[in-house]
């Protein structure tokens, strides 16, 4: 079954997850995507739990990618991924600004030989402004984007989700540019562009009414815990056997039911509680309902009462939790690869296509494993190629 993206070519530059996440995407959804990295290979090869020498992170974010080491150091290298940049769709680099443009691989440089180049580009604040050479890692992003300060208790230590969000994130977006910039390449007849992706923007972008709030009404919108200011009532309560339970009631007519469900007829019809408006007045007395009667029950019986009444609410999964759920298996959530032999589960890539789904080929491959397949694709020669390899241009698979 065909791919979307399929026939598109991206050469994916830069190094751990932002620029490699959006690569992914592309790869997984059908595009020839030729990761280049550095002699020593790409950081996240090695980083959190390695098996056999090689990260499992890897394993699925490095899915369906031509792999190939190059040395940009080399004047030799540089030449090298210029013909591969100038072959390409799209470009996806993630380098501190100014660095492409001191090997010469610049959009600008590019673009007048192939100007239906889609130069994606992905630094921590953007390639323009009082900031452009800041190092730019998802976590300091993330602060200043004004996320972390909304997550954690007030008056504590802001706290970050357990992953690098900021990343994912700013991955994401470059996807949604590329698309955009696709789409407008076919009107303007093959004239491509940049699409400038920032981390600390990707974050600011999640922030919904907090700016309109505070330049309206002089609001700062604080920390809430496992609430979320304003809408009432949203919170996650500790069940009898001691597992967590995240509850939305907070539609006026969802609040009712869920006000039957504990058996609180009297709230349920209470004309002081029958707006979101009136309930946030009232948080902590509802809340108070809500973890009493959670903790008389077990999350499956919570589950089963309030799934009757048509509650939204759900378990808080950790990993073996959501591998052993029959919903997330029915829907595919989980793809399995072979790494030397041995399964290895990895998790499906988001949207569903009905008609051209996306799937993955092959888990992130080893350092250099398609070099001579790209290199052959550019015209060159096996000779050739063996002596980039003993010139230290490029890595040996």
């Given at each position: 079954m065909e791919k979307p993206l399929q026939g598109l070519r991206v050469i994916e530059l830069g190094q751990l997850l932002a620029g490699p996440f959006a690569g992914c995407m592309l790869g997984y959804f059908g595009a020839e995507v030729i990761k280049i990295e550095p002699p020593g290979g790409d950081p996240i090869r090695n980083w959190r739990e390695v098996k056999d020498g090689t990260?499992?992170?890897?394993?699925?974010?490095?899915?369906?990618?031509?792999?190939?080491?190059?040395?940009?150091?080399?004047?030799?290298?540089?030449a090298l991924v210029k013909e591969l940049l100038?072959?390409?769709?799209?470009?996806i680099e993630n380098f501190r600004p100014g660095v492409m443009e001191n090997w010469g691989l610049d959009p600008e440089t590019l673009r007048k030989q192939n100007p239906k180049l889609i130069y994606a580009r992905i630094s921590g604040y953007g390639q323009t402004g009082p900031y452009a050479n800041k190092p730019g890692f998802a976590s300091a992003c993330e602060a200043i984007s004004g996320f972390r300060f909304l997550n954690g208790y007030p008056d504590e230590v802001p706290v970050r989700p357990n992953l690098s969000l900021g990343d994912s994130v700013s991955g994401l977006h470059a996807v949604i540019g590329i698309m955009m910039a696709l789409h407008a390449r076919d009107?303007?007849?093959?004239?491509?562009q940049v699409v400038d992706i920032a981390l600390y923007e990707s974050m600011f972008n999640l922030l919904e009414a907090v700016?309109?709030?505070?330049?309206?009404?002089d609001i700062v919108r604080q920390p809430s815990g496992t609430?979320?200011?304003?809408?009432?009532?949203?919170?996650?309560?500790?069940?009898?056997?001691?597992?967590?339970?995240?509850?939305?009631?907070?539609?006026?007519?969802?609040f009712r039911r869920l006000m039957a469900a504990v058996g609180r007829d009297d709230m349920a019809n209470d004309p002081a509680l029958a707006t979101n408006t009136d309930r946030v007045l009232c948080e902590a007395k509802i809340d108070l309902v809500l973890s009493?009667?959670?903790?008389?029950?077990?999350?499956?019986?919570?589950?089963?009462?309030?799934?009757?009444?048509?509650?939204?609410?759900?378990?808080?999964?950790?990993?073996?939790?959501?591998?052993?759920?029959?919903?997330?298996?029915?829907?595919?959530?989980?793809?399995?690869?072979?790494?030397?032999?041995?399964?290895?589960?990895?998790?499906?890539?988001?949207?569903?296509l009905d008609d051209t789904p996306g799937a993955t080929e092959w888990a992130g491959p080893e350092l250099g494993a398609h070099t001579d397949e790209v290199l052959k694709s550019l015209g060159m020669t096996a000779d050739q190629i063996d002596e980039l390899k003993r010139n230290g241009v490029i890595a040996d698979s």
């Amino acid at each position: 079954m065909e791919k979307p993206l399929q026939g598109l070519r991206v050469i994916e530059l830069g190094q751990l997850l932002a620029g490699p996440f959006a690569g992914c995407m592309l790869g997984y959804f059908g595009a020839e995507v030729i990761k280049i990295e550095p002699p020593g290979g790409d950081p996240i090869r090695n980083w959190r739990e390695v098996k056999d020498g090689t990260s499992l992170w890897w394993r699925s974010l490095a899915r369906n990618k031509k792999c190939i080491s190059v040395n940009l150091k080399t004047e030799e290298g540089r030449a090298l991924v210029k013909e591969l940049l100038l072959s390409a769709d799209i470009v996806i680099e993630n380098f501190r600004p100014g660095v492409m443009e001191n090997w010469g691989l610049d959009p600008e440089t590019l673009r007048k030989q192939n100007p239906k180049l889609i130069y994606a580009r992905i630094s921590g604040y953007g390639q323009t402004g009082p900031y452009a050479n800041k190092p730019g890692f998802a976590s300091a992003c993330e602060a200043i984007s004004g996320f972390r300060f909304l997550n954690g208790y007030p008056d504590e230590v802001p706290v970050r989700p357990n992953l690098s969000l900021g990343d994912s994130v700013s991955g994401l977006h470059a996807v949604i540019g590329i698309m955009m910039a696709l789409h407008a390449r076919d009107k303007k007849q093959g004239q491509g562009q940049v699409v400038d992706i920032a981390l600390y923007e990707s974050m600011f972008n999640l922030l919904e009414a907090v700016i309109p709030e505070y330049h309206g009404a002089d609001i700062v919108r604080q920390p809430s815990g496992t609430t979320v200011t304003g809408i009432v009532p949203t919170n996650t309560y500790r069940c009898k056997d001691h597992k967590f339970l995240v509850i939305g009631g907070n539609g006026d007519s969802i609040f009712r039911r869920l006000m039957a469900a504990v058996g609180r007829d009297d709230m349920a019809n209470d004309p002081a509680l029958a707006t979101n408006t009136d309930r946030v007045l009232c948080e902590a007395k509802i809340d108070l309902v809500l973890s009493e009667w959670c903790s008389q029950h077990s999350l499956e019986q919570a589950l089963a009462v309030l799934d009757r009444h048509r509650v939204p609410c759900g378990p808080v999964y950790d990993a073996k939790d959501m591998m052993n759920d029959p919903h997330f298996n029915n829907r595919g959530m989980f793809e399995q690869v072979e790494i030397n032999g041995e399964p290895l589960k990895i998790p499906a890539i988001l949207p569903k296509l009905d008609d051209t789904p996306g799937a993955t080929e092959w888990a992130g491959p080893e350092l250099g494993a398609h070099t001579d397949e790209v290199l052959k694709s550019l015209g060159m020669t096996a000779d050739q190629i063996d002596e980039l390899k003993r010139n230290g241009v490029i890595a040996d698979s």
